[in-house]
């Protein structure tokens, strides 16, 4: 396989600014992520409390995502990002500086967690749909989400790594910082696009009626549907892995800081395997069949690193895990991306974003709550076997949702017919 070709969406001049700007932006993220859950339990000392967070910064999307949608559909949406954007570097930057001169508060980290969950459910599927926008061949649409899934991995494997570092040396407040500081170039990318003009949108119906015809729209198909609801119950019950991280770093490891960095830096090389994988596929038919084999791995992974004593067992363990977690969210995401009417396109991301965000937060409290009671390992446990049992009801319907995806390949040119007769051989 020619290496140029998992990069090809990169001929793209918007996308290819757009991924230099994100890449240094996200690593920043990951490195406030991994700082913020050590500083949690390191001044409370509770898992409940890890999840409290967890589920403060991510149920504005349940609430949210689909008006985030109507945004998508209607407005601008790179400028759209550059607020977002913006508003995240200030919450970083807050934040910072309360842990910088040592006056945080747990309420405080809520309500601040709160604040960028907002920014986020706005900003996630505006993102998500503005990488269209990006693509002058519709044919690279498939790697550059592959691509956006290799650039989140790779910041979420360099970033742990230097938070881990940064925190035994410095503290968490810096980490923060520099997250801040990251925000500026992924907003001076988006400030360089040459963008092409988007034919406006009349808008002649009120949004409460663009909610309804975009759940019409998705719950009235069945391969969007079934795509969803998986992706939603394996986001649900997969949370315990990264709510629980600093847990198992700490009290069944016996390590610090630099333990949970290494564990979610290799959690972030498997998925960054991942997606190269995914990139590296010359065509979406099959996915579906992907997507089954992959939450398998990711449910098996769960149940195995939740028996696991040793650090470095668990360590391929979670490379696994990563693996698997993201080609299944990926694969799902560049099947619908792929089969989405273009108009509906910001509202189906959105209940995308809805399905593996805005079920996070019930699964942190949910994780955060159970392993108070019953232990971080058996909660793990749990959450591997629910995907496996998911995988299964999933496994009964691909031969349904192939014969109704690909009519709608043929109809768009992504594939001949004779090529999609051969698709599950």
Request: hydrophobic content about 55%; proline content about 3%; overall charge positive.
């Amino acid at each position: 396989m020619d290496g140029l070709y998992i990069f090809r969406a990169l001929k793209n001049r918007n996308y290819r600014l757009f991924f230099m700007g994100q890449s240094i932006s996200l690593t920043g993220t990951w490195m406030q992520q991994v700082a913020m859950g050590w500083l949690v339990y390191r001044i409370t000392n509770s898992a409940l409390l890890l999840g409290v967070v967890g589920f403060c910064s991510q149920i504005p999307s349940f609430f949210l995502a689909p008006i985030a949608g109507i945004v998508a559909d209607r407005y601008n949406r790179r400028e759209v990002l550059i607020i977002t954007q913006a508003l995240a570097m200030i919450q970083a930057l807050i934040i910072s500086i309360l842990v910088l001169y040592n006056t945080i508060k747990v309420w405080q980290i809520m309500v601040l967690s709160s604040f960028l969950g907002l920014i986020n459910a706005l900003d996630s599927p505006v993102r998500q749909s503005f990488t269209v926008d990006m693509i002058e061949n519709r044919e690279d649409l498939g790697n550059a989400i592959a691509l956006n899934s290799s650039m989140f991995n790779g910041a979420r494997l360099i970033g742990p790594s230097v938070a881990g570092i940064l925190i035994a040396w410095a503290g968490e407040g810096i980490c923060f910082l520099l997250n801040a500081i990251s925000y500026i170039a992924v907003i001076a990318s988006l400030l360089s696009m040459r963008m092409k003009t988007r034919g406006k949108r009349i808008i002649k119906t009120h949004v409460i009626h663009e909610l309804k015809e975009g759940a019409a729209y998705v719950f009235g198909s069945r391969p969007i549907r079934t795509l969803l609801l998986l992706l939603a119950l394996v986001s649900l019950v997969g949370v315990p892995l990264q709510v629980l991280m600093p847990v198992f770093a700490r009290d069944i490891f016996h390590g610090g800081p630099k333990t949970l960095g290494l564990l979610v830096a290799v959690t972030g090389l498997g998925a960054l395997f991942g997606t190269f994988y995914l990139a590296s596929r010359k065509s979406v038919l099959g996915l579906a069949r992907v997507i089954a084999r992959s939450t398998a791995l990711f449910g098996a992974g769960l149940v195995i690193f939740s028996f696991s004593k040793i650090l470095w067992f668990s360590v391929p363990v979670t490379l696994l895990c990563g693996f698997g977690m993201m080609v299944q969210m990926a694969g799902c995401n560049t099947v619908l991306q792929t089969i989405v009417d273009e108009d509906k396109r910001g509202r189906l991301m959105s209940f995308y974003i809805l399905a593996f965000i805005g079920t996070v937060p019930f699964g942190s409290l949910l994780a955060g709550g159970l392993a108070g009671k019953i232990g971080a390992p058996f909660t793990l446990l749990i959450s591997g076997l629910c995907c496996i049992a998911a995988v299964l009801i999933y496994l009964r319907n691909i031969p349904s949702l192939e014969r109704e995806i690909l009519p709608i390949y043929a109809k768009k040119g992504i594939a001949t017919e004779a090529v999609m007769m051969n698709v599950g051989a």
